[in-house]
């Protein structure tokens, strides 16, 4: 019953229009607010957040992210899969991993538009969601204190990242130049 004691009558087809654009923004702030890169954040400063991202949808095949192509931002994986992809020298296509939600995606271009060494392809139908460089350049400046958590926990996840990635390596096999010093130093290894 409305104000005036009629009874509004709600077309069904509409109202879960309506109803679920405004599920889905809430979704969208809860799930930012549950990345890591965003934990720092407060409700309104999600709020913002949720308003300034891109929400991407891919289907199976289509390239996200195309090998050699500059960096502007990363990708959140929201729903579905993607591909880590390169070509073989030959020319096929080589799968080096496979990322699900809520996986980061090139979270480096932030702070450094090196060109991709990688592809990114939809390994099924997937929703990503982007945020990029003039996204995180806007907030510098208008929301400093929020700016500076975002890099924050960025820089933690970007230090995690090659840790994880240096131990991969180390495991591997590859030599780094500290290890060979110590190795030149070790009377034993002569």
């Known amino acids: 019953m409305s104000a005036t004691g009629e009874q509004t009558i709600v077309d069904p087809e509409w109202e879960n229009f309506f109803r679920e654009k405004g599920e889905r923004r809430r979704s969208l702030r809860h799930l930012l607010g549950e990345m890591p890169i965003f934990s720092l954040l407060r409700a309104d400063e999600l709020?913002?957040?949720a308003s300034i991202v891109h929400v991407r949808r891919?289907?199976?095949g289509e390239v996200v992210i195309r090998r050699g192509t500059k960096q502007s931002g990363f990708y959140v994986v929201r729903q579905g899969a993607v591909n880590v992809v390169r070509n073989d020298?030959?020319?096929t296509r080589q799968v080096l991993g496979t990322l699900y939600p809520p996986e980061l995606i090139g979270e480096f271009a932030l702070l450094d538009d090196h060109?991709?060494?990688?592809?990114?392809?939809a390994a099924e139908p997937s929703e990503l969601i982007g945020f990029f460089k003039p996204d995180l350049m806007e907030i510098m400046v208008t929301?400093?204190?929020?700016?500076c958590a975002?890099?924050?926990?960025?820089a933690e996840n970007m230090s995690a990242t090659l840790a994880s990635d240096y131990a991969e390596?180390?495991?591997?096999?590859?030599p780094f130049p500290d290890?060979?010093?110590e190795e030149r130093l070790d009377p034993t290894t002569s």
């Open 47 to 49: 709020k913002l957040l």
């Open 115 to 121: 060109p991709r060494s990688t592809s990114i392809v």
């Open 150 to 154: 975002i890099l924050l926990r960025l």
């Open 58 to 60: 891919f289907t199976t």
């Open 143 to 147: 929301r400093p204190g929020m700016g």
């Open 179 to 181: 290890q060979v010093v």
């Open 89 to 91: 020298a030959d020319g």
């Open 169 to 174: 390596l180390q495991s591997l096999g590859y």
